[in-house]
């Protein structure tokens, strides 16, 4: 790329891509009233209009085209791991079977305490079992009002069975407990490290919120409440069928046969019965967020444009839906409920039949048949179980899917930029033959070509829809290249046209991209900005409490802090002037429309502000200002 020089000090140049991908250039004049209309500018080249073009463009597309672009830093990548937790890297996750194997393997003896709090739960169970079976026999025995002596080993053998209980519970529940909440702060930070590694294109807020909140916690239900209980109740149920079968073979084959139907066939019904309404919550608990989200975001709009009502309704509308699915599904698990406490019912009196012609025969005697009859009354728990265990997996399932959906979802993009420690190098930012475009929307621009040195700027103008933020979102590693190449040297900064504000106070969102700001450097930053506010004023959810123009120069005061202070390795420096030298350190600062709802005099002061506070940066400037335009040294005009 050549630069032609107007009369002024600054270079000034518009580059357009020509219809075979060259860049053609041409003297712009900077007349206001020009710049105002790019499209007057154009002449006769390739794109007319912003809608034309992006239709043009799209079209051009191929719908299976692959992202094959690079992005290239210069200089050693900071990696920021995650704090206090050490992530074995995975392939896909693919099912919650296979994500509940990476967990526990993450967690530290996952699989041996799994292994403890299952022992631990079929010891509490036994121990209400054998409780029951010696109750029942100390009862049935000091009915023949022997001599207190031949009672002391059953009553002593009540105290040891009915303390160990709560003991073995209570163990039980210490480390199941444990090892859930473990298994849940690695699950959650693994979301949380996807997330960050990637843009969240396409994702509505609210439901991704439920799914690294309440989802998340499905992992602990699926521990506590369906391995856990299953697997002891099992253990329990075997012991009990072998310890009755060496007293009565007949009563042992009623017991097992009854804990088939509550353990497997109830249960197997009630999901199936049930599956519909129990897989339907979970994603009505995500929408339902987000409407709600939106009501809560929206509501001044919406009184003013006396839609409140219809929006509610919207938001009512959803949470009908939901609270019949949970109607549906509790109805059910009753049901699933009487069929179990009919099964323990089939267990007791069957082994009162067998057992009571058992004792008519003269094969046991009448302290064994009370043993029978009234140990299965303590499988009642055990039975209960089976049921909870298979509603509760049906809906974690749900929930665990949603959660391996954003585990393996594919990347889009970087995430957060990656940020080049100084290496000496100058910055500089270079696009080789880029092409762009949002994933899943089609070809936005193609074969572009630019290069920006160290203490350059350039104006990057357009219609609004030509790509313009798209290119700006390729740059820092947001969404990736369908093909070329964008490299840079230093940091990548971002002047967002709606930035983000943040629930705090006003130093505090200066400081968000410098940690190690001081006081004095905040309030510096806030005054290049034009921002006349005190450091320490809380502002309200998205900037509520101040301005469009106040938010925005909140956002630059971000940018100008930053680059004046802000290194990875967490000390601070001094903004270094940039003379006759391409050695000078700096940043790469991307500004999109930085004097949007800015007064003429305002945004003059800022650009004098931030050009002298950022003379070694390569400067990428996104704007529709004409004024702006004459600050930069070269005008990059996309058609």
Not at 201 to 230: C, F, H, K, N
Not at 510 to 539: F, H, M, N, Y
Not at 559 to 586: F, I, K, Q
Not at 604 to 623: F, N, Q, Y
């Amino acid at each position: 790329m050549t630069n032609r020089h107007t009369e002024g000090a600054r270079p000034t140049t518009s580059t357009t891509p020509s219809s075979t991908g060259a860049v053609s250039e041409r003297p712009v004049d900077m007349e206001p009233h020009d710049t105002q209309h790019p499209s007057t500018r154009r002449g006769a080249g390739p794109m007319t209009n912003s809608t034309d073009a992006g239709s043009r463009s799209r079209t051009e597309m191929h719908q299976g085209e692959q992202h094959t672009g690079q992005i290239k830093r210069t200089g050693q990548l900071m990696s920021h791991p995650s704090p206090g937790v050490e992530l074995a890297e995975t392939g896909p996750v693919r099912t919650p079977r296979n994500l509940l194997r990476i967990l526990l393997a993450d967690v530290k003896h996952g699989r041996w305490l799994l292994v403890l709090s299952t022992l631990l739960a079929a010891c509490a169970s036994g121990a209400s079992v054998a409780l029951m079976g010696v109750s029942a026999w100390l009862l049935s025995r000091a009915a023949e009002m022997p001599p207190v002596l031949y009672l002391e080993a059953a009553a002593v053998g009540v105290r040891f069975f009915g303390i160990s209980r709560g003991v073995f519970r209570y163990a039980e529940r210490l480390v199941g407990h444990d090892l859930a909440l473990r298994m849940q702060g690695v699950l959650r930070m693994r979301s949380y490290d996807k997330l960050s590694g990637t843009t969240l294109v396409g994702r509505r807020r609210g439901d991704l919120l439920v799914r690294v909140t309440a989802d998340v916690e499905a992992i602990l239900d699926v521990v506590v409440r369906v391995l856990v209980p299953t697997c002891a109740a099992s253990l329990a149920i075997i012991g009990t069928t072998a310890l009755l079968a060496r007293f009565s073979p007949a009563s042992a084959a009623w017991l097992l046969g009854s804990a088939l139907l509550a353990g497997v066939v109830i249960p197997w019904l009630t999901q199936v019965a049930s599956q519909r309404a129990d897989g339907s919550t979970v994603p009505l608990r995500g929408e339902l967020a987000n409407r709600t989200r939106e009501l809560a975001h929206a509501a001044p709009d919406l009184v003013a444009l006396n839609a409140a009502d219809h929006q509610m309704e919207r938001v009512l509308e959803v949470d009908a839906k939901l609270r019949d699915a949970e109607r549906r599904a509790a109805w059910v698990r009753g049901l699933g409920t009487a069929g179990q406490i009919l099964a323990a019912g089939v267990a007791v009196v069957s082994a009162l039949l067998v057992g009571g012609q058992a004792v008519a025969d003269g094969r046991i005697g009448g302290r064994i048949l009370a043993v029978l009859v009234l140990t299965p009354l303590a499988l009642h728990e055990v039975f209960g179980s089976f049921n909870a265990a298979a509603q509760t997996f049906t809906r974690a399932r749900t929930a665990l899917n949603r959660i391996v959906e954003i585990l393996d979802a594919p990347t889009v993009g970087v995430g957060d930029s990656p940020t080049a420690e100084s290496t000496g190098q100058s910055p500089s930012l270079e696009l080789t033959d880029l092409t762009v475009g949002w994933p899943d929307s089609g070809l936005v621009q193609r074969h572009l070509d630019l290069q920006i040195h160290p203490g350059e700027s350039v104006a990057l103008v357009g219609p609004s829809g030509i790509g313009k933020t798209t290119i700006a979102a390729t740059i820092m590693g947001l969404i990736p290249p369908m093909s070329g190449q964008v490299h840079t040297t230093g940091r990548v900064r971002y002047l967002a046209q709606n930035a983000h504000v943040f629930t705090t106070s006003i130093a505090e969102n200066v400081r968000i991209g410098a940690r190690q700001a001081s006081d004095e450097e905040v309030v510096t930053a806030l005054q290049r900005a034009g921002l006349d506010l005190p450091p320490d004023r809380l502002v309200g959810e998205d900037g509520a409490t101040i301005s469009g123009g106040e938010a925005q120069r909140l956002a630059l005061a971000r940018v100008l802090v930053s680059h004046a202070t802000s290194t990875d390795d967490g000390e601070t420096h001094e903004p270094t002037p940039v003379p006759d030298t391409n050695t000078a350190p700096g940043d790469v600062l991307i500004l999109d429309e930085p004097t949007e709802h800015l007064d003429v005099e305002t945004s003059e002061a800022l650009m004098d502000d931030l050009w002298a506070t950022t003379p070694g940066a390569a400067k990428l400037v996104i704007t529709h200002d004409p004024l702006v335009m004459k600050r930069c040294d070269r005008v990059w005009e996309l058609g």
